[in-house]
């Protein structure tokens, strides 16, 4: 699904790689944590899953196609099969949020019957089914970042980025946001979660993927946030460690195939995903053009109707 290979990137000429010699794949369906302190290259690592910058050595694949080859009017059909979820949510601020998710549609030249249906079954699955009126201001932070997550959502793409979402909620209702990332991903989709969030990871056990200095040190199936890998094992002064090793000390914490690697390809709610097939995403393709000033107007007509 998405996969770096032997990527580097410099973001200036002389700096120390935000990313280093990145060797690693994400299949389908799976649930990745990406740890590492700030700086390491969580962010970056997402920013060129989006084609939003380009590495500088190596190459980005995402569903088996090289990023470097997609050409730049492809591009937002290529995003349009990634949702992006922020840490500052990112909502449009004078939109409410039935409306930040149906921009999200019409700006694709969805039906008009289809956003209506599908609107409102997002607004449900985020739990906020009575609070489609509200301008984001008028939510809380977590209930902004559910409308975040099914403008995400709703286009059902296969990828979901999130970049520390958590990481302005209270553990509460950051927990009620991981559960939702949780229910997406048991749809199909694959997501991947950079985070600080130590409960969260520990939590869900998930692949972890921990980075420092842009570089890879631990991919661990179902890990939490902190290495387990005892610092004595690791120094090798523990008095008698062989029971507790499996081959290397440092073998246990890498990387194993994921212990169910089912092929997830279709979402098990096909109420809405039947409209959102490969053929109606290829078909919006051939509309791609269609602007945003057009959705504006149209938007004006709507509201004037309510
Ligand atoms: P993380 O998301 O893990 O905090 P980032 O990917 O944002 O890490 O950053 C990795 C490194 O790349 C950091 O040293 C950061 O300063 C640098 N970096 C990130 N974005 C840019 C940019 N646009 N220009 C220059 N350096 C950048
Ligand atoms: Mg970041």
């Known amino acids: 699904m998405i996969r770096f290979d032997n990527v580097t990137k410099t973001y200036m000429r002389g700096q120390h790689p935000a990313v280093e010699n990145l060797d690693i794949e994400f299949t389908r369906g799976e649930f990745v944590f990406l740890v590492g302190a700030s700086g390491s290259g969580k962010s970056t690592m997402m920013r060129m899953v989006l084609k939003e910058t380009g590495p500088t050595r190596g190459t980005v694949y995402v569903a088996g196609k090289d990023l470097s080859r997609i050409p730049s009017w492809k591009v937002p059909a290529l995003r349009r099969d990634i949702g992006m979820v922020f840490q500052d949510f990112r909502l449009l601020p004078s939109k409410t949020a039935y409306q930040n998710i149906e921009f999200a549609l019409a700006v694709i030249g969805t039906p008009r019957k289809v956003v209506r249906r599908l609107v409102p079954e997002m607004l449900e699955m985020v739990g906020l089914e009575d609070k489609g009126k509200r301008l984001p ?18 286009n059902r793409p296969s990828i979901l980025l999130a970049d520390e979402p958590t990481g302005n909620l209270d553990p509460s209702t950051a927990e ?82 994921p212990a169910e690697r089912t092929e997830r390809t279709e979402p098990e709610d096909d ?32 509201e004037d109707r309510r």
């Open 176 to 257: 009620g946001i991981l559960d939702l990332l949780g229910e997406i991903n048991e749809r199909g989709t694959t997501v991947v979660m950079a985070t600080h969030d130590h409960s969260a990871v520990d939590r869900m056990r998930r692949r972890v993927v921990e980075m420092v200095g842009g570089q890879v040190v631990r991919d661990q199936e179902g890990g939490r946030y902190e290495s387990e890998t005892p610092v004595s094992v690791i120094s090798g002064n523990l008095p008698d460690d062989s029971a507790h090793r499996e081959e290397h000390p440092l073998d246990a914490a890498e990387y194993r195939e």
């Open 137 to 154: 201001h008028e939510l809380s932070g977590g209930e902004q970042q559910r409308v975040a997550i099914a403008r995400a959502y709703v």
């Open 271 to 302: 109420s809405a995903a039947d409209v959102l097939e490969e053929e109606l995403i290829d078909e919006r393709d051939a509309r791609l053009e269609r602007d945003e000033a057009a959705f504006d107007e149209e938007d004006e007509d709507e």
